[in-house]
C-alpha cells in the first residue's frame, strides 16, 4: 500500500521547514518565452544560500 503522505520539504542544510516563497522568472534566449518559477529559500539559509552557488537546490527530477 503506497504512502499517500507527502514527503515534508525539508532543508538539506539546517532541517528546517520554513520556506519563504520567491517569485521567478526565466528568459529562454532562443525564443521569447517567459517562464515563471517559484523559488523557495529557506528562512535560515536564505542569507547563506546565494554564498552556495547551487542552481537547483530542490530538484524533483532524478539526475
Ligand atoms: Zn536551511
Redesign the pocket.
Known sequence: MPDTTKPRLR??????ERFDREDGRLSIRNGSTDQRAVLLI?????PILPFLNRQSFFDDGTG
Do not use: Q, S
Open positions: 532543508c538539506p542544510l539546517c532541517e528546517g529557506c528562512r535560515r539559509c536564505k
